[in-house]
Nanobody
Framework: QVQLVESGGGTVQAGGSLSLSCTTS????????MGWFRQAPGKEREFIAR????????YYADSVKGRFTISRDNAKSTVYLQMNSLKPADTAVYYC????????????????WGQGTQVTVSS
């Protein structure tokens, strides 16, 4: 069982920045593709970004491309999401997730999930 704990959410004004962290208990962290997802009230959970186990490959949803950056530190078993130029439409609960070796934007590919952290962007 792998546990994931997100941190760094909060409230920010439009145009501002936030940085999220997700620390895991995975002993073979580098074997996991890590993803960030978000879910706004009344909407389905949507993919935001993913990063390969070694950190060399990243992929972003069009809605965040150029504004968000995913990264990881395998020595700390932690994945990050730097969010810049935030918009009210970015308001959601943000989740990190781990997939063992499968690169995907589909939630079903990710076996382990964090509890989520709230991000609120005010206009």
């Amino acid at each position: 069982q792998v546990q994931l704990v997100e941190s760094g959410g909060g409230t920010v004004q439009a145009g501002g920045s936030l940085s999220l962290s997700c620390t895991t208990s995975a002993r073979t962290f580098s074997m996991y593709v890590m993803g960030w997802f978000r879910q706004a009230p009344g909407k389905e959970r949507e993919f935001i970004a993913r990063i390969s186990g070694g950190g060399s490959n990243t992929y972003y949803a069009d809605s965040v491309k150029g504004r968000f950056t995913i990264s990881r530190d395998n020595a700390k078993s932690t994945v990050y999401l730097q969010m810049n130029s935030l918009k009210p439409a970015d308001t959601a609960v943000y989740y990190c997730a781990a997939s063992y070796g499968v690169s995907s934007q589909n939630t079903r590919a990710y076996r382990y999930w964090g509890q989520g952290t709230q991000v609120t962007v005010s206009s």
